[in-house]
């Protein structure tokens, strides 16, 4: 099941062969942006047809023979199971091959896939409705298992089944060369796909799934693209470009504020500057005011001393003050220009990355997919 079907789900979800839901829990793990539910499905499905296939209208099959083998049912238990048993051989056996067979294979391998599914989620401590790589690892494990157990007791195959089984061989090879030519090969820009997708819509519009898990309805309709699990899958039409000119613009409207802020903070530097040179200069016409009343009397040079030096600090202190705020004035200018050399950087890839969505290398404008029916706003890149 694995081998048919593994490559064509990964082109499946490359092509836009279907889309899986942005935020649904239940598809949110996922292996090569397969989920891993669907692997799961894919496994349990084809186990239960394949059970119910050989079972109904086997006459050598008998679930009442293979419940005597089990040691170790309870007796009271012992009669419930046997009764079920015999009840499930005596519809089995009366089952011939054709329509109602496959009817009943049809009707009982949804329900019996579905419980060998939440069995394997259960058993792998998996949470409710979330399966993961666990949750497929424990199944591959019991199916080979169950394989390998069975193999002791194989009989030796008839002409007709071997034949089959080279048949199923040679188209499982042709289906998956097939499917890698087309991974190989293809491109999914040039493909048009008119499956139904989760729809755009406004945000904030949640339900439930059937195990009661609560995803997000819609995609924004805004043109914002899958931000949650299926980033790896697709990309509506244009969004990237959107969110491009977005980003542009903010880093630009940005630049702006912090060229304005610069020259705000360099008239504030200038003033500070001029403020420092005046109080040297007052500190220098102290010094020689001092230096001019200082008589040659002692005593009186002293009590001058000791005003001049008073006055003095206070002037020097203030020099002081003024050449600290332009210390910083001056680190917070160079904090700012190395933000707007950030932006400017930033600015330039950002085109650089719209012209690589705007144009071909030959800069001749790229030609979008032709939107037709329900995949209009879908485009994969």
């Known amino acids: 099941a694995l081998l048919f079907s593994s490559a064509y789900e990964v082109n499946g979800s490359r092509y836009l062969w279907w889309t899986w839901h942005d935020s649904d829990s239940l598809v949110s793990k996922r292996l090569a942006n397969v989920p891993v539910s669907s692997l799961i499905w894919s496994m349990s499905q084809s186990a239960s047809h394949s059970l119910l296939t050989n079972w109904l209208g086997n006459k050598e099959a008998s679930a009442s023979q293979a419940l005597s083998s089990i040691t170790y049912i309870e007796s009271y238990q012992k009669y419930l199971w046997s009764t079920l048993a ?4 005596r519809v089995g056996h009366s089952v011939n091959e054709g329509p109602v067979k496959m009817s009943l294979v049809s009707l009982l391998s949804a329900p019996l896939s579905a419980s060998l599914f939440a069995g394997a989620q259960i058993a792998s401590l998996g949470l409710p409705g979330e399966p993961s790589t666990r949750s497929i690892s424990f199944l591959l494990s019991f199916c080979s298992l169950s394989v390998l157990v069975s193999m002791k007791e194989r009989v030796a195959e008839r002409a007709d089944w071997i034949e089959a089984n080279k048949t199923l061989f040679q188209a499982i090879l042709l289906f998956n060369v097939a499917q890698t030519a087309n991974a190989l090969f293809g491109k999914p820009e040039s493909h048009t796909s008119t499956s139904r997708f989760q ?8 339900g439930r799934d059937y195990l009661g898990n609560e995803y997000e309805k819609y995609l924004d309709s805004n043109g914002i693209s899958p931000s ?44 500070i500057r001029e403020l420092r040179q005046q109080a040297i200069s007052l500190e220098n016409r102290e010094k020689d005011g001092v230096l001019r009343l200082k008589p040659r009397e002692s005593s009186f040079g002293d009590i001058i001393d000791q005003i001049s030096s008073s006055r003095q600090e206070r002037v020097s202190l203030l020099r002081n003050q003024f050449e600290a705020n332009e210390i910083r004035a001056q680190a917070i200018l160079d904090m700012v ?4 050399r950030k932006h400017q950087e930033k600015i330039k890839e950002i085109k650089k990355e719209l012209m690589k969505l705007r144009d071909e290398s030959s800069g001749s404008p790229v030609v979008k997919a032709e939107a037709k029916g329900q995949n209009s706003l879908w485009y994969t890149i």
Not at 86 to 89: C, F
Not at 199 to 206: A, H, S, V, Y
């Open 337 to 340: 220009q190395y933000h707007i």
């Open 86 to 89: 015999n009840l499930v051989d």
């Open 228 to 271: 949650l699990n299926s980033t790896g899958d697709f990309e509506i039409e244009g969004a990237r470009i959107a969110q491009l000119e977005k980003r542009l613009n903010n880093y630009e409207e940005d630049e702006g504020n912090l060229r304005a802020y610069v020259g705000v903070y360099n008239e504030k530097l200038q003033r």
């Open 199 to 206: 729809g755009c819509g406004k945000l904030g519009e949640f």
